[in-house]
């Protein structure tokens, strides 16, 4: 048995690894997974809910005895972890028989108090190798790291739709906020689509935390923030009309339920990722890739990890500056700033040179094929073989 310390949901990117990892865990049937926090803004079907549903009358019943102390688990417990040792504050609610951190961050500057907080954990599970680095340098000593993965069964190849006739798809994902580099995006979207007057930037930028983008223009390529609609969500079509894209050139794709994203992703012509930092390797990223889209890539942090070095998953973008700040951020290391013209560059080859786009989606799919959460949750539960048994 393995517990897991975060919430079940299809909306984020913690929900859904752990979604992903505990449906597999079921299928395998090697281990039994352990809900001890409530699903949140699960957008599944009638299968998924039988499967899950044992787990979570289990909860239910486990949980009615805890009060507000917390309780102590006759099984290991997976912690999720942040900047800072920071999370949901799993550990002082379940104490595991073993207490496992799986941890994804950016800040680099990891302080006394942070290092007094390895102590907490016997292990530290990491999906990059950048993460598990960072941690090792900073005293720890029991450090795994497993990749994230795909869901196969959804993120695969198959034909366009073929929406949007006669336009070039730049497809740009990820909540916003500067981390992520949107605001490269606009500065380089907005001068290749002046060459190319067909090109349309889809862009998948809603999410729940719209106050993150409030630091966008930090960087100097877009001179403000996007403001609010009337329903509190991101007043995207404005912002980006008065950061100078027409008004035809752009499409904001709102929310959308995870599992109707390939069908988006694979309508776009190439994906475009200049993010600062990635704890991670970027789950949408990774998507793009796992539906044959070409994608391009800031070589820094844990996009590195999808980079082979004998075959073209991505164009790579290898002018990466040193980011002198960022909201919320004490430490640095690692980070990079794209270039905006290399990243121009990098969208006329994709424009231009069909068959290095084709080899470029080629190898990315293959690479992230090689990933499903299948074979990657196989992989959590060799790495973790010592606790689980």
């Given at each position: ?275 600062r930092a990635e704890g991670a390797t970027n789950l949408v990223a990774l998507e793009c890739m796992a539906v044959n889209v070409p994608v391009i890539l800031s070589a820094n942090t844990g996009h590195l990890d999808l980079m082979m070095a004998d075959e073209p998953t991505c164009i790579p973008l290898k002018h990466q500056r040193r980011v002198p700040k960022a909201p919320g951020m004490d430490g ?58």
């Open positions: 048995m393995i517990g897991f310390g975060w919430p079940l949901s299809t909306q984020t990117g913690w929900g859904q690894v752990g979604f992903n990892m505990v449906l597999q865990m079921l299928r395998l049937g090697k281990t039994r997974p352990v809900l001890l926090e409530a699903p949140e803004d699960l957008a599944i079907h009638g299968l998924h809910l039988w499967t899950l549903l044992p787990l979570e009358i289990e909860r239910r019943t486990r949980s009615a005895g805890v009060n507000g102390s917390g309780a102590d688990w006759p099984f290991p417990v997976m912690h999720p972890l942040g900047n800072h040792f920071g999370g949901t504050g799993s550990r002082h609610r379940h104490r595991g028989q073993r207490n496992i951190g799986r941890m994804v961050f950016e800040d680099t500057n990891l302080t006394a108090e942070d290092r007094r907080e390895i102590a907490a954990y016997d292990c530290f599970l990491t999906p990059s190798r950048w993460n598990a680095g960072l941690l090792r340098a900073a005293g720890a000593t029991d450090v795994r790291m497993v990749h994230e993965g795909i869901d196969e069964s959804v993120f695969f190849p198959a034909p366009r739709q073929g929406l949007c006739p006669g336009r070039f798809i730049v497809f740009s994902g990820g909540k916003l906020e500067f981390r992520k580099g949107q605001d490269i995006v606009i500065a380089a979207f907005k001068i290749f689509q002046r060459r190319h007057p067909e090109a349309l930037l889809a862009v998948n930028w809603q999410n729940f935390w719209p106050q993150l983008a409030a630091d966008m223009a930090l960087a100097g390529h877009v001179k403000s923030a996007p403001g609010l609609d009337q329903n509190g969500r991101l007043a995207l079509g404005d912002w980006l009309v008065r950061e100078g894209l027409p008004e035809d050139s752009f499409v904001d794709l709102g929310m959308i339920p995870h599992h109707m994203m390939a069908q988006v992703m694979r309508e776009a012509h190439v994906a475009v990722f200049p993010n640095l290391d690692g980070w990079g700033e794209s270039s905006v013209e290399e990243l121009v560059e990098a969208l006329e080859k994709i424009y231009t040179d069909h068959a290095l786009s084709q080899t470029i989606a080629r190898s990315g799919t293959q690479l992230a094929q090689s990933r499903s959460w299948r074979v990657q949750t196989e992989a959590v539960l060799e790495a973790l073989e010592d606790f689980i048994h």
